[in-house]
């Protein structure tokens, strides 16, 4: 793990694993980079992988944050880097979030873009209420209360049946985060933006992954987001949930370095 300042107190940790073009990997709630392990030596044949912790998690400063001050400490890492040259931004459910920001902040960064799991939508007022007896739950209950009720979501019934060890490495990661940290992410994804009206903007090309069976984001998400980004291509992973790059890391990676190849190829 190395750790870069960023200035006013803000630090982002992170793991840099090669030489390439480089392909930034942002993470799902509640977890961090670690939730990456499978795809890091994969992808690093094709690409210089930078798997980060956003704002609080992991090994990075604990102050509260937006999707898009996310989006911008992204930015500020790659300048602290010395990384000029466009790259891939992949971003899992909360970490597509922040990848839209990104795409919709700093366009001119982005050579690809890959959307896993996720939604452009807001929170409607339902999913905001939730967000806030999640909130009082953390606060009660700690990420051990949260992460036992968002199993059954994060993960299908064929993970949890017959993959134990991903849901004890789910627990794990989510267990190493602060409440703090869980607090302050929640309240990012309630006050979050409508991403939607920004995905026709968007120039670079695109993929969308879903798995198969993902309850939180379903398929139709989407295959909603790839109608509005054009020339983006949606694929399922089979035998996924919401997870799906610790569920199915194959197929996941497969998809992956096939994009990264024909991005760099363009």
Known sequence: MKTCDLGNGQTLSYTD?????????????????????????????KARVLALDLPGFGGSSPTPFTVDSAADQVAALLKKLGITSRVVVAGLSMGGYVAMAFARRHPDQLAGLILADTKSEADDEKAREGREKTIALTREAGVQGVIEQLLPKLLCEHTITSRPQVVDEV????????????????????????????????SATTLVLVGEHDVITPPLAASAIGAKVWGSEVVAIPSAGHLSNLENPDAFNAAVLEFVTKVHQA
């Open 17 to 45: 694993s090669s030489e390439g073009p480089v392909l930034v990997l942002l993470h799902a709630f509640p977890l961090d980079r670690q939730m990456w392990q499978p795809q890091i030596g994969p992808l690093s044949t």
């Open 171 to 202: 627990r794990r990661i989510a267990a190493g985060q602060s409440t703090e940290a869980v607090v302050n992410a929640l309240a990012a994804l309630r006050d979050r933006p409508d991403a939607t009206p920004g995905l026709e903007n968007i």
